[in-house]
Every structure is written in structure tokens, then in C-alpha cells.
């Protein structure tokens, strides 16, 4: 049995055109596995660059929530399989041309380093914490000595998650509105905002909130070129695919994407953040709450819209 039929188990009802109820599973584990990308990337990476005391609440405190997300995601992806009890042969092969085998191996190796990193900066959020036996503190030591070489996988396997979100969507052939290469980036460049916008969040440093403010008007600027590009690309393809962008331009997914995501998720988060730029004082959970609710609705559209695509026969 392919892994694809595995991991999926009841995701052909996902993209079943006949089906009246949408599972939200799907959508929700990709939000979550992106959100988790974004913040394990940003911790990898300030953490490479040495500026960990810069940035505190990137490397130490916004990674706190990555493996309730990504257990949290995981469950939501086990509620829909028909086979659960055969998840694990997912782990027993290697597809380099499946996106689930990619997914299944990369989170396989983020969780349990988002577990470590979380552990080896504990004390950060309770001070007074030590651990009770010798072996475990001998351990801690063993992954605080090499800290920068998990850095670096954990940099590179965030970044595959945070594309693997959409590729998994993108490898559906069967449906034309998910049927571009486009999605795999826009998914990341998402997943690094909502990412960013929580670093916001939970950062008390001025400072560091204007950095990730810049960071996170940078990555809208991309994600609004990504999905220009991908309505370019779909109005100077084939009927089917330009039928697909109609119901974006027109159609009825018009309101729900273009407020709810690019409006909503996108231009008023960032004129808010031009404005915090601009010393005008915003209250940080405006925009950082509205980029994350941004990227939780551009997923689950692109999930049901992607249902409702389809070649003509």
C-alpha cells in the first residue's frame, strides 16, 4: 500500500467534489505545521548568528509552543485516517518522489528536536527549575555542546516543513487550483509570517519586535508577489486552471480570500507595522493576531477551494 493512501486514509473525502462536509483537519495540521516552521526557523537561525541574548524571545521563549503545535498538528492528521493503527509504515521506507514520506521523515525530526530545544532553555521560563538526576544534566550538557550543529538541522529540516505544506496540496494533480509549483513557497513564506507575528507576540523587547515587524513586512511583500504570480500563472494556463483562479476573481471564494486573507491577514497587519515603524505605538496583538488568523484562513480556502477545482471531463 503506497504511504500516500496511508497517511492520507480519509483525505480522498477531502477532495471529493460530491462531498458535502469538509474535514478541517487537513488545513489545521498545515497551519500548525507551518506556524512551527516558522518559529523553529527563526530560532535556528538567530541562534547560528550568535544573537540569542538579541534576541530572546525568537530563540528561547517563542519555541516553547512548537511541540504542543506539532503534536497537536499530528493528532489532527491522525483524526483523518481510515488505517490509524497503520501510521507506521510511513517510517518504514523512503519515497523521495512522495511529499508524505518527505513530511512523515521531517517532522520524525523536528518534534523530537523541538522537545530538546524547549529542554535546554527551561530555565528561561522557570529559573528556579534544575534537573533531578545526574544523567539527564550530563545529557543537557551534550546537547548545549553541540547547540549550533542541531541549529543547523533545525534550520534546514524548518524550512522543508514549511514547503512540504504545500507541496502536499501541489501534489494532487487531480486538482487544478492546487496543480503549481507556487504553492510549496507561498506555503513557507506563510508559515514564516504567522511565525514572526507570534515572536511579536511573546517578545517584551521593543527592540526585537521591530525586527520581526520588518521581517514580517518583508514576508508579506512575498507572499503577495507568490500569489500574484500564481493568478498570472493559472489566467495564462488552460480553461480548467483559468476556471480556478475565477473563483477568486469573481467567483465565490472572491470575499472570503480577499478579505479575510489578503485584507485582513495582509494589508492592515502590515500598514499597522508601517505605523509602528513610523513611532506611531500600535498594540502589538492587533497585527501579530491578525497575520496568524490570516494564515489560518488562507489554508483552510486553499483546502476547500482546492476541493471544489476540478478538471473538465
Known amino acids: 500500500m503506497r504511504e500516500e493512501i496511508i497517511i492520507s486514509g480519509r483525505m480522498n473525502h477531502l477532495i471529493d467534489p460530491q462531498l458535502n462536509i469538509w474535514h478541517w483537519h487537513i488545513p489545521f495540521y498545515l497551519f500548525l505545521g507551518g506556524l512551527a516552521a516558522g518559529i523553529l526557523f527563526f530560532a535556528a537561525l538567530y541562534t547560528i548568528q550568535g544573537k540569542e541574548e538579541k534576541y530572546p524571545a525568537a530563540v528561547r521563549k517563542a519555541p516553547f509552543i512548537t511541540p504542543i503545535i506539532l503534536v497537536a498538528g499530528l493528532?489532527?492528521?491522525?483524526?483523518?485516517?481510515?488505517?490509524?493503527?497503520?501510521?507506521?509504515?510511513?517510517?518504514?521506507?523512503?519515497?523521495?518522489?512522495?511529499?508524505?514520506?518527505?513530511?512523515?521523515?521531517?517532522?520524525?525530526?523536528?518534534?523530537?528536536?523541538?522537545?530538546?530545544?524547549?529542554?535546554?532553555?527551561?530555565?528561561?521560563?522557570?529559573?528556579?527549575?534544575d534537573w533531578k538526576y545526574r544523567w539527564i544534566k550530563e545529557l543537557e550538557g551534550f546537547f548545549i555542546r553541540h547547540k549550533i550543529t542541531m541549529a543547523w538541522i533545525l534550520l534546514v529540516f524548518s524550512?522543508?516543513?514549511?514547503?512540504?505544506?504545500?507541496?502536499?496540496?501541489?501534489?494532487?494533480n487531480s486538482r487544478p487550483l492546487w496543480n503549481t509549483s507556487i504553492l510549496g513557497p507561498l506555503f513557507l513564506a506563510s508559515?514564516?509570517?504567522?511565525?514572526?507575528?507570534?515572536?511579536?507576540?511573546?517578545?517584551?523587547?521593543?527592540?526585537?519586535?521591530?525586527?520581526?515587524s520588518k521581517i514580517?513586512?518583508?514576508?508579506?511583500?512575498?507572499?503577495?508577489?507568490?500569489?500574484?504570480?500564481?493568478?498570472?500563472?493559472?489566467?495564462?494556463?488552460?480553461?480548467?486552471?483559468?476556471?480556478?483562479?475565477?473563483?477568486f476573481l469573481g467567483g465565490p471564494y472572491t470575499a472570503p480570500f480577499w478579505v479575510l486573507v489578503v485584507f485582513l491577514g495582509m494589508m492592515v497587519p502590515a500598514f499597522l507595522e508601517v505605523m509602528e515603524?513610523?513611532?506611531?505605538?500600535?498594540?502589538?496583538?492587533?497585527?501579530?493576531?491578525?497575520?496568524?488568523?490570516?494564515?489560518?484562513?488562507?489554508?483552510?480556502?486553499i483546502a476547500y477551494a482546492g476541493q471544489a477545482s476540478r478538471w473538465l471531463y
Open 277 to 301: 515603524l513610523k513611532n506611531i505605538r500600535i498594540p502589538v496583538l492587533i497585527p501579530g493576531l491578525l497575520v496568524i488568523f490570516g494564515g489560518l484562513m488562507f489554508r483552510f480556502i
Open 75 to 129: 493528532l489532527a492528521l491522525m483524526l483523518d485516517l481510515n488505517n490509524k493503527p497503520y501510521f507506521w509504515r510511513l517510517y518504514t521506507t523512503i519515497r523521495l518522489e512522495s511529499p508524505m514520506s518527505w513530511g512523515a521523515w521531517t517532522l520524525m525530526v523536528v518534534t523530537p528536536i523541538s522537545f530538546i530545544w524547549c529542554a535546554l532553555n527551561i530555565r528561561d521560563i522557570f529559573p528556579s527549575f
Open 216 to 247: 514580517d513586512l518583508v514576508l508579506i511583500g512575498i507572499e503577495l508577489f507568490l500569489i500574484i504570480h500564481m493568478f498570472m500563472g493559472f489566467l495564462a494556463s488552460t480553461q480548467v486552471q483559468i476556471d480556478a483562479a475565477a473563483m
Open 159 to 172: 524550512v522543508i516543513l514549511g514547503i512540504y505544506t504545500g507541496i502536499l496540496f501541489s501534489a494532487f
Open 191 to 212: 508559515g514564516l509570517s504567522t511565525g514572526a507575528a507570534y515572536i511579536m507576540l511573546v517578545s517584551k523587547s521593543h527592540a526585537e519586535r521591530i525586527m520581526f
